[in-house]
């Protein structure tokens, strides 16, 4: 059964923004690190960043520290992605994670590491 649903990608000019949402059910949003990923075409997925339950925390890798932030709202279950000064080579499959674990150590940067994934939604960022 479908856990996670992301939704907002689309098509942007580089400079541009966009907010991926990502929908869950209660069950599995309740007390889950939230982490966001992506995967470029023809390269391997890669960390994004993450956000711990009561979204005191965050950390982003830093290809896009200072441009992406991570929010969440436990009221409705979903977990955003605000992506501002899009460059090209931010194109790729989103995809969010949750796991049920204390935030410690950087586990949260590692894909095995992570339970529930949704489908992805793609982002394409033109030149």
């Known amino acids: 059964q479908v856990q996670l649903v992301e939704s907002g990608g689309g098509l942007v000019q580089a400079g541009g923004s966009l907010k991926l949402s990502c929908a869950a059910s209660k069950r599995t949003f309740s007390n889950a690190v939230m982490g966001w990923f992506r995967q470029a075409p023809g390269k391997e997925r890669e960390f994004v960043g993450a956000i711990n339950w009561s979204g005191s925390m965050t950390y982003y890798a830093d290809s896009v520290k200072g441009r992406f932030t991570i929010s969440r709202d436990n009221a409705k279950n979903t977990v955003y992605l605000q992506m501002n000064s899009l460059k090209p080579e931010d194109t790729g499959v989103y995809y969010c994670?949750?796991?049920?674990?204390?935030?410690?150590?950087?586990?949260?940067?590692?894909?095995?590491?992570?339970?529930?994934w949704g489908q992805g939604t793609l982002v394409t960022v033109s030149s």
């Open positions: 994670a949750a796991e049920r674990r204390p935030w410690t150590s950087s586990w949260f940067m590692r894909q095995d590491a992570y339970d529930a």
